[in-house]
């Protein structure tokens, strides 16, 4: 059974800094291409980056790029995002995602930006 366990999250100031972090039990993680996705209040899941399994290729939405960073450890089985620079609107419950899409993902860790 695949499971993606998320932890990092937490309450932040705007401007603050938060890194996730995503356990992954998968034997096959080191070529399962990864996600990051959120999914703010009364809102559906949005993907927010991606990355290839090798770690070479990433990808970002507009809205984060350029704040967000995505990376891995394959050697760990871990996924991370670094997010940086955060404002309230990134208030989301953040989840890890097998693939490019928004499924199957974990159960997430909440991210709340306020003063």
Known sequence: EFQLVESGGGLVQ????????????????????MSWVRQAPGKGPEWISGISGDGNFRRYKAAVKGRFTISRDNAKNMLYLQ?????????????????WGIDPRGQGTQVTVSS
């Open 14 to 33: 705007p401007g603050g800094s938060l890194r996730l972090s995503c356990a992954a039990s998968a034997l096959s993680f080191s070529t399962d291409d």
């Open 83 to 99: 997010m940086n620079n955060l404002i309230p609107e990134d208030t989301a419950v953040y989840s890890c995602a097998k693939g």
